[in-house]
């Protein structure tokens, strides 16, 4: 009999497993603890690896409308200091190929909120369970090696495979690992400018199409261009693990979140101040975390992780969605390979996600030290033009 495979959370890679394992005939249900595909915003934009991210789009059959929905121009990299000079500055030209020659790397961009949608629009309709919040999974061993799902409606599912795709805060992960996402030091306030090609066309021009970054005094206001004429703009903050929440009160409103900002990048360009002054929304505060690097687990019969339920790290390499989406394809590659032996598929998966996360995870780790040392940008300039292609 076929296996029933149970993937919690619907996320990018939860989504992306579910579709591949779709294409190969692979039946699978992915219970997501969201009441529906528009209970929050999405976030951002994200920037799809040709050697992951748009790998797995090709895996699940979905490069051609991914092409469709690709901003190309996203991938423009502006690297400034606080005094507004600009250091670096990069601008892309070129078409996404159909063809499946990955050797040309690209980093097109493409708002969560669409590629969510377009995986989701691929699924069989009642393959995903929304508002279905797992709060316990427990092995029963008779009369087969089976898990039982239990969610917070009173619900209960079985399954034989059971795959936590539950982001950082995972509830499967537990299970295998006692590891626990870590404050990696960095805080963000998050800001959205809308309309901007109407309303704030100024900072239309200095962000322009891709991503803006000023880095100096152990600080960064990242800004970029998202595909539905809005800006993100990012400001990142090295402070104590507790500072957001002693200071909770003055985000909650722009009246005191904005001048807070302002204070705290005193001295800084009126041009980068004005993405603060300009939010059209509220400021959301947001510590960034992230598991040890190189974090792993023994084999658990039926029970893996994938995506940031694996391996969260910073967003300073762009590679966690990326990564979920690659974990995607190669858990669906095991399980096909391996239709009568869940536990040979788990191991050559995991035998795979291991060190390629390990290195993804160090890289991230890197990258952000790079970007708050104190002679920043300087550092991450030379990375840059060494690279040749923005790490972001």
Known sequence: AAKAIAIVGGGLGGLTLARI????????????????????????????????????????????????????????????????????????????????????????????????QLLVGSLNPDCIRWNSKVVSVEQTLSPKQQHTIRFADGSVA????????????????????????????????????????????????????????????????????????SIRVYIGLQMPADWLKKTAATWANNTTAIPAIEQLLHGWDPSLLDLVRRADGPVIPRAIHALPTGHSWPRVPGLTLLGDAAHVMSPFAGEGANLAMLDAVDLAAALATHPHDAEAALAQYEALVFPRSAAAAAESARNLEICFQPDAPRGFVELLKQYGQPPS
Request: proline share 4%; net charge negative.
């Open 21 to 116: 394992l779709q294409t190969r005939g692979i039946p699978a249900t992915v219970y997501e603890l969201e009441p529906s595909m528009a209970a929050r915003q999405q976030g951002g934009t994200l920037d799809m690896h040709s050697e992951s991210g748009q790998l797995a789009l090709r895996a699940a059959g979905l490069f051609e409308k991914f092409r469709r929905l690709a901003r190309t121009e996203g991938e423009d990299t502006k690297i400034m200091d606080k005094s507004g000079t600009v250091l670096f500055a990069e601008q892309v030209e070129y078409s996404l190929s159909t063809d499946t020659d990955l050797s040309a790397p690209s980093r097109p961009e493409i708002d969560r909120t669409d590629l969510r």
């Open 158 to 229: 079985r399954a034989d495979l059971v795959i936590g795709a539950d982001g950082a805060w995972s509830r499967i992960r537990p299970l295998l690992s006692s590891a626990q996402p870590e404050y990696t030091g960095i805080s963000f306030l998050d800001i959205t400018l809308e309309g901007v090609d109407q309303k704030h066309p100024r900072e239309a021009a200095l962000v322009g199409r891709g991503t803006l970054m000023a880095l100096s005094d152990r600080k960064a206001v990242i800004a970029q261009r998202n595909g539905n004429n």
